[in-house]
Every structure is written in C-alpha cells, then in structure tokens.
C-alpha cells in the first residue's frame, strides 16, 4: 500500500489545537514547562506530542504530614511553613540524579484549613455527636462539609493551594488539585453536595494564576462518588453526566480552559454509563482509582464470573485482567484516563485495616493496598503498557520516597518508598510501588513526554483513508468490536451496542478530503438494526458529528458537498479526524469498502494535506525516533522546515 507525505502545522502555531488551548508557557527550574490539552483520547502538547504524565499526591496535612513541618492548619504562617515542606519534597521527587522521575503531583486542597464556619450548613444535624447532612445521613471525617468555610477557601487559595501548585510547576511537575475531602457515600443531582463542588470549583477558577496557567494545572471534580443518583433518587444512566455538565460548564464561563478530570462511582471504579452519557466540551479526561482487589485481581489471581480464573500474573491473567478494567472505564478509548490513586507493598506482621469496600486487607509496609509488583502489579503495569494512554499519581509521596530519610538527610538521601525495611527483612524492595516506580518512571520518562525539540513517529495514513487494515483504524474506540476479514468483504466487524469503531487520524491537522465529493459505503448485508457512519471535524468523539443512517442500506453516497450536523453546522472537510460505525444494537457489519471519491464510483488517490516543494525550501531532518540525520539518508524522514510544518517523506 503506497504511503503519501503527510503535511503537519505544528500546533504551536495553535491553529490547530482549537478555541480552548492554553498557550502560557510556565518556566520551571527544568526549563519550559509546555501547555497540555486533550487531543482524542491522549494528553497532547503544543507540538503535537503525545503526554503520559507519573507522580505522587500528597495532602497539606499536619496529621498526614506526620507534623514534619508544623501541628496547626489555621494561619498564613502555618500555610508558609507547608510549602517550604512541599518545595523539598518536589526537590526529591524529581531528582534525576538520585533516580527520581515524577512530572505530575496531584494536589488535595486539605480541608483541615477550610471548616471554620461557626455555624452548621443548611440542612444539616446534629445529634449524641454525630452529624447527619440534608438526605438524614450520618457523614463524619472528610465528608462532613458542615462547616465547610467559603472565605477560608478563597484565603487559604491564595496563601497555600496556589502557592504550593506554582512550587510544583517550578519543578517541573504538572499539577491535578482534587476538591478538599471525600464524596459522601450517597448524594442526588441537585443536592448540598453537588452544590458543594459547584461552590469549590467556582472559587478556584477564578483564580488569576489558575486560569493563566491552565495548561499545567488540571482540576479534578471530585474524589470517590460511590452512589450517585438523579434528583429525587432515581436510579438514571444520566445521572453522573447530569452532576458534573453544570459543574465543568461553570468553570469554563470563568475562563478555566484546562483539563478537566471526571471521577466516576464505586470509588472511582465505575464509568460503564458515561459511555453513553459523557461528559461534552473541549480538554476533558477521566480520573480513576486502583487498588489490589479492584477489577477482579488481587494479588494471586484475576477472577470474574464468566470470564475466568487465572493466576493474575500470567499471560492469561494480565490479559483479562486489562479487560475488565477497559470493561469498567469504556471512555478510554475516548478521553485520556488518570489513575489518581494506586499503591502496594508485600504483606508485614502487624494489624490490617477495611478498604472502602468493606475487605480486609492484610498489614504491609505502608501503603494502603496489600499486593506485590510480582503479583498483581505485573497486571497493573501489563494494562498501562497496553493502553498507552494512562497517567498515575501514587496515593502518596511516601509510596514513593522515604520522606524522612530524606528529610533527615538535609534532602540529599532520596530513597525508595520500603526499599530499606524491605531489604532488612530480606525482601526483594521491587515488590513494592517504591523501588517499581523508581524503574517505571525512568523508563516512562524517555518517552511520551513533552518537548518542542522532539518529534514522535508520524501516523501512516494510506492513499484511501478508510482502510481497514491501516493503522488508524480502530475497533474500540467505544466498547472492544472485534474485526475480521475474508475474500468476500474487507470488514465483519461484530458492534457491540453503543459501540464505535473507526478511524481516528493522530496528526492534529487531520486529513483533508475537500477535494473529494463522496464518502461510498457499500455493505454485503443491510443492516436489520439501527447503525450509523458518523464523521468529525474533531477529534472529541463527544463534539456534534454528521450522521447518515445505515439500516436497511446495502450501499450510501454520501454528498460531501451537501452534509450539515444536526444543528446545521458545516464540517471543515480540510481537517477531519474522527470518521466511523455506531452501533445501537449488538450486531455484525459486513463491510465490502469505504472510501473517499471524486465521481462517486472510484476512490480518490493522494487524499491529505500536501506542501508545494517550493513552499517549503531547505528544512532540518529527523528519523522517526527523533534523531537528527543527513537528508541523503535513505528511509523515513520527518523534515521540519522554517515556517514550523513538518512533512514526512519516504526517500
């Protein structure tokens, strides 16, 4: 199959990125710290790289700070003696020298600086010492926002929140701030606590340094929902979309244009219903949680009823493992996914605790999970690998660093999180998240990483755009819809209900078919239920499509010259990204071809973006890897010339 030369506008020029990019460039103390936003289903920069960030969160906390900078949440002074803590802990983490690779820090806005209200918030009881919010529920602990404090929020924004994100920039680290506590175990659309989130998410973006430095300071919305109901109750699959639209669209309209990041239900565990019910606008991820024992995995084996058991760190293990977990976050193969909350170390003599879901887990060197990186976390670090699309933060510094050998050390002794107590215990330390993440992030760190000097392989885009068997096909963009071929037709390609499957073109430019006057689709077997080919100007599977009915067709033409949204709007035919099968039933599609044309009966060659040589005069090359290499160098080439495109070319 021949291979065209693909012009590409790099996106600093943001012509490309769209309305909602963020420009500001944050100069850290590791040099330029470059805007990300939300391409398809990656973090991207402004140079079209593909981002997948790994760090640690962390709490201004007294009591989860182990008092190592002070006892007292409730002054300026307090708040400045915790970001001279949390300035030498970014110092350690990102260390290189020392082995250290962290590049995002995920940053709990501590409610133990916020609850100074004198009063009880509307709705809530007290009684015999216990506290009960508006729907007559006991909360206590971080869920309790009883006396939650507006002003104390906007104060202690500006003297610790902010300054503790800005240190973090200054050391290269991009930044997600998680709202102060914990969901309640049940809340309502509508309700105290979506009014809670809305409040918090409204005082802090209209924070000037915020909204300046969006591209590097990420919010996500909340921490563990577990139960999740529609207003009056009701058990809806809008109801998690309808808590949080209103939410995200109050931010924008105080000029926050960053990444937002949705928590899901079950303790950030379930997101089967924004499949269906997501999540709209521009620079939207998902953050989840995962612990050993999530996912039908524990340390020993993987099992779910009806799809197996198996020992957890075999091929068959890992494998369904990474499939359940997909299972449950179906939005990954639209949106970027985080995992906001993960750690483990071996087991230890000494007392265990109940996680969230009410399981013992057994003692262990310090971290909340029980599990070994031999064991669970082979399958852990296989469905990273798989996906390509997943960042982290461990759910603590101190699953990653031994805080206070550093910190006794006068910051110069970074140690991995157990790696000492592991070894004097002969325990091989690689078994814990410490000494693994220590490896993980070194080798993560050399790749999908943001740089302007760097250029990634450039997707290959065949002369007919819609083949089946190119790499920008992709059969589980929502829902896994399995492909095949044979003589007879180039795709049966089995939808799930709901389910998308399609091309998605990488390139932030797209492709450009504005030369072209049809999109042909002929099909062995008209469809028996309701499916639709669906094309985008976007990337953003959410964004408003053009849509063509397939049931009951064997073959459509579709008039490129006459299509319009359902609002009316016109695709940009010069830059379409997303093109591809909706489903609305569990069915087969018998696919004979798709392709773009000019007469409406044989498929355009060349389809793409492609420079006039003498528009493009001299130019440096780079092989696909990134190195610089002579232009008489045979193979691929990716030049990047003076008005900032870069082309690839085969020579």
Known sequence: MKKFRLLVILSFLMTAIGASAQTEVYQSLNGPLQPLHVDGNNLKDPFGNKVVLHGVMDTPSPYFNNNRWGNSCSSVQDAKKAVVYFDKLFTAITDSTKGAYCNLFR????PCWLGRS?????GFTQKDGKTYDPHGNEVSGEANISKFSKSHLTAFLKNLYVPIALKALDHGLYVIMRPPGVFPGYVEVDDYYNDYIMTVWDIVTQNDSIKKYAGQIMIELGNEPVTLRAKGGAESEEALHDFFQPVVEKMRSNGYEGVIWVPGTGWQGNYRNFAKYGITGDNIGYAVHNYVGWYGGNDKQFSIWGAGTYPINSAQGMEAYSEEFRASCPIMGTNPIVITEVDWSPEKEGTGHYNEHGDWVLSNYGTWAT???SGWGAAYKYTLDKFGNISMTLSGTGCYIDIDSY?????YNVVPAFKTAMEANGLDPHDASGVACFEWYADYFKRDYSASERYQPLQVVPENPFEFDSECYKHDILYVNTTKSTSSYKANIAMKSGGF???RFEEEEGIDISGCKYIVITLLRSPSAQVEFRLYDSANYWDEPYVVQLKGKKEVKIDLEAIQTASGKTLDLSRIRLAGFQSGADQSLYIKDVFASVDGETPATAIGSI???????????????GQMIPASQSGMHIIRYKDGSVRKVIK
């Open 407 to 411: 910190i006794k050390n006068n910051r």
């Open 118 to 122: 004198s009063t009880l918030a509307a």
């Open 501 to 503: 499957a399609g091309w």
């Open 371 to 373: 599990g070994t990186t």
């Open 611 to 625: 420079a006039s040589d003498n528009a493009l005069q001299g130019g440096q090359h780079y092989s696909v890897g």
């Open 107 to 110: 940053l709990h806005l501590d």
